[in-house]
């Protein structure tokens, strides 16, 4: 009886024994795990705090800590490179970072810096294009890599890597179209890499008109037309600017012409009317065919709301001081040997002046004035003011403006403008 209990005692503590056998290693296995997590935890902010430092000495010491690192092989290599002046021994530690990370683009970028300190084309291209197959659509990686290929006389490549520069930022689209021109001046080639965004073809217009290639520049304007993408048409108002700067009338007109019909400036032209916006019930887009404006010392001018005649506004100037020009304006193409007759209804209230204001018609390139209507003196109704004129055999362009003559003479009050008109006179009329 007794024997027995004496085993079945024994039996109750022997899994108390090993229970606690097994809790003590595992604690000492925690313990242990612990510490070696600590250790490798200590390395890795030792080795970062050592590369921190940008020393050479310390990135050596962070690689010794973590040796499959790229980074740390990488940094080390740009500090050989830039600091050290030692490519051999830079090429040697990109070499090293693109082996243990092959996914890093700018690790090839800076590889094929340092190949290209040492003359070895082949290492240098090699690089190039893995960075390019690693990231072929970041816009720096792009740059680079184009600017790599115009110095290896590789032209097209080049362009090729501009383009993804144009397609992904805008902000660099214009630089890498002047590189891109500069270098090949190669209108074809660049024009069929161009993204299919308006804004980058017009950045190219613009481009090209400025280097006076207007044939150029004209294809590009097709060919972004043809793109039937929407586009702000304020921005495209240069290139109407432009060719009226250079004396192209047909051409001006034409893009003109394309502007309206393919955007939001119908509102802008009345059937009839050679003049645009001629109510100024419009935006002044103070560009293209539409109203200019230069502010001019004695003349103020805005916009009135409470006074027009047949519209919803009307232009109102205020004379404070002797003045010979508003600053008003605008460019109408006109037919050499036409009649026309130009006329506008204007308001005036204590106009005081011994030189009122006229509608001046003038050859917008030549210092030849056509013809100008009746002065406005005093306070006036609306009235019709007008200005018959036969364009010169060699004019193209004629400016409507608001003048005095002389502009000597002092001017005080005020004189609205509206409803300006320009068309051919007909037989019928004559």
């Not at 530690?93 to 094929?112: G, K």
Request: glycine residues 6%; aromatic residues 10%.
């Amino acid at each position: 009886m007794n024997t027995k209990r004496t085993s079945a005692q024994a039996l109750d503590q022997k899994p108390s024994r090993i229970s606690g056998s097994a809790f003590l290693v595992t604690l000492v296995l925690i313990c242990f795990l612990s510490g070696l997590y600590a250790w490798w935890a200590l390395l890795l902010y030792r080795a970062s705090r050592l590369a921190a430092t940008h020393d050479g000495m310390s990135f050596l010491y962070a690689i010794r800590l973590e040796p499959a690192n790229a980074s740390y092989s990488d940094q080390l290599g740009q500090y050989e490179m830039w600091q050290a002046q030692d490519p051999l021994a830079a090429a040697s530690r990109f070499q090293r970072a693109v082996e243990l990370n092959p996914y890093a683009s700018s690790y090839w970028m800076h590889l094929a810096q340092s190949e290209e300190s040492l003359g070895n084309e082949p290492e240098i291209l090699n690089a190039i294009r893995r960075a390019i197959a690693v990231d072929p659509m970041t816009p720096d990686i792009a740059w680079n890599a184009g600017n790599f290929f115009l110095l290896q006389g590789r032209a097209q490549e080049a362009l090729d890597q501009f383009a993804v520069v144009m397609r992904n930022d805008p902000l660099l689209a214009e630089t890498a179209l002047e590189v891109s021109w500069r270098a090949t001046h190669d209108f074809d080639a660049i024009r069929r890499r161009l993204p299919p965004n308006p804004d980058v073809y017009l950045k190219f217009i613009r481009l090209l008109t400025g280097q006076r290639q207007w044939d150029a520049a004209d294809r590009v304007w097709s060919a972004m037309l043809e793109l039937h993408h929407a586009f702000d048409p304020h921005s495209a108002l240069f290139y109407v600017d432009a060719l009226l700067a250079n004396r192209d009338a047909v051409g001006a007109e034409k893009v003109w012409q394309q502007l309206v019909t393919s955007s939001g400036l119908q509102p802008y032209i009345h059937p009839g009317n050679l003049v645009v916006n001629p109510g100024f019930d419009q935006d002044l887009l103070n560009a293209g065919f539409d109203w200019r404006y230069n502010p001019q010392p004695g003349a103020s001018v805005a916009l009135d709301q409470t006074q027009s005649y047949g519209g919803g506004q009307s232009m109102l100037v205020k004379f404070s001081a002797p003045n010979s020009d508003i600053g008003l304006f605008q460019y109408v193409v006109v037919v050499p040997g036409t009649s026309y007759v130009a006329s506008a209804w204007v308001k005036s209230q204590e106009l005081e002046t011994a030189n009122g204001p006229v509608l001046a018609v003038c050859d917008a390139y030549q210092n030849i004035e056509y013809s100008q209507s009746e002065e406005t003196l005093g306070s006036s109704t609306w009235h019709r003011v007008q200005a018959a004129f036969v364009a010169d055999h060699g004019a193209k362009v004629i400016a409507l403006r608001f003048l005095r003559n002389p502009g000597s003479t002092q001017i005080t009050g005020s004189f609205w403008i509206d409803n300006i008109e320009l068309s051919p006179i007909t037989s019928e009329a004559k």
